[in-house]
C-alpha cells in the first residue's frame, strides 16, 4: 500500500482521473486506502487479462510489466510467463524475477537453464553469474562446450564473475574470430562484466577497422571510461556513421565536466536526431542545463522512432518539465511512442507519474494498458 505519497495520489486520481473506476462513482467520502485497492485490482486484472491474449507481442508486454513492478501478487503470472511458447515472453519473465528476490530469480534461471533457446539460455546462465550463485558452477560448466556461441560466451563469462578467471579467454579469443557476429557478442559480455581490468581490451577495439565494433566497443565501455580516452572520443564524435557519434558522446557523459563539456555542447546540433539526443543526455550527466531543449524538438521528431527512443530515455533523465513532456508523448499516434512514454513515466515514478499513467488505462492498445497498469501496481505497492 501506499506511504507518503497516498493522499496525493488519491486526490490527483479524484481531479484528474474521475475514469478510474467506470462501474462506480468516486466520492470524497471514500477512504484512500479503499481508492487504491480497487485501482490496484483494476491493474490486476488487466495484466491477468493480457497474458492470456493470443498476441505474443501482449503476453510479453504482460511479464515485463509485471516483472518490472515486482509486486508479489503477480509472481503466479511471471510463472506463468516462464513456460510461454514465445521465447521473448519467457526472458522477460526471467528477468523480472530479479525484482523480486536473488532466490526466486536464481531458480527461475536454474529452470530456464536448460530453455531450447540460445537467448533465454544465455539469459539464464549470465544471471546466476551476476546473482553469484557458486552452486550453478557445474550447471554452468556443462554449457561451456555448447554447439551455440552465445551459449558459450555466456558460461564463460558467468564463470568469470565466479571467479574462475581463466575462462576469460574463451571471450578474449572470440574476439579474433573472422565472424563479425561473434565478435560484437564478444565485446558485450566484457561489457556486462563490468570490470576495469578487461578495458584496454575494449579501448584497442576503437581502432578497429569496422564501425560496428567501434560501436559496441563503445557501448561495453559505458561509465568505465577513463579521462585519457577523451581525445580518441573526440575524434568518434566526428565519425560519419551515426551510431559512432551517438555512442561516443554518450560516453563522454560520463568524464569529468571540465573535460568534455565544450565539446559535447557542439553536438547538440549535429545533424541526427540520435546524436542530438545523446548529447542533450551527456550534458545533462555532466551538470549542465545546456541542450535541455533537445528533448522536447526531438519528441515532436517526424520519425517514430526518434520519438519513442527520446521518450524512453527521459525516463532516467531528471527534467524539471518532463512530466508534462511525457505527457505530450502519451497522446502520440504511434503505439510505439505511447509504450515508450509510458514506461518513462514508471522510471520518473513519484506523484506525476499517477495520473498520466492512470489515463493510460484506457488506452486502445493493450500492451499500453498492460505497461500503465504494471506501473501502477510498482507504484502503489
Known sequence: MMQNLRAKFFWTTVLLAGF?????????????????????????????????????????????????????ELIPLLQKATTDVYHTTRLFALQGFKNFSPESASLTAKYLIDDHNIWVKSA??????????????????????SYDRPVRLSAAAALYKLGEKEKLTLVLDTLEDSNSVARYQAIGYIGKMKSREL??????????????????????IGDLVQPQLFPRLAELTLSDHPSVR???????????????????????????????VSSAVAMHRLGSDNCREVFAQELEHPDYGV?????????????????????RALNDENTRVRTSAVRAVGMMGGADAFPLLVRMLDDPREAVRAYAAGNLIKLTR
Open 20 to 72: 478510474l473506476l467506470p462501474a462506480e462513482t468516486l466520492t470524497a467520502a471514500q477512504k484512500p486506502d479503499d481508492v487504491i485497492l480497487k485501482l490496484r485490482q483494476r491493474c490486476l486484472a488487466i495484466l491477468y487479462h493480457a497474458i492470456e491474449s493470443e498476441n505474443a507481442y501482449i503476453r510479453g508486454a504482460a511479464a515485463r510489466a509485471a516483472g518490472e513492478s515486482g509486486d508479489k
Open 124 to 145: 539464464a546462465l549470465e544471471m546466476l553469474g551476476d546473482l553469484g550463485r557458486q552452486d550453478a558452477r557445474g550447471l554452468i560448466r556443462a554449457n561451456l562446450k
Open 199 to 220: 578495458i584496454p581490451h575494449l579501448t584497442a577495439l576503437l581502432d578497429d577497422a569496422e564501425d560496428e565494433v567501434i560501436f559496441y566497443s563503445l557501448k561495453a
Open 246 to 276: 551517438y555512442q561516443a558522446v554518450l560516453v563522454m557523459g560520463y568524464l569529468p565536466a571540465s573535460i568534455a563539456q565544450n565539446h559535447v555542447r557542439k553536438l547538440c546540433q549535429d545533424p541526427d536526431p540520435m546524436v542530438r
Open 307 to 327: 520519438r519513442s527512443s527520446t521518450a524512453r530515455i527521459m525516463g532516467e533523465i531528471n527534467l524539471p518539465d518532463r512530466a508534462e513532456l511525457l505527457g
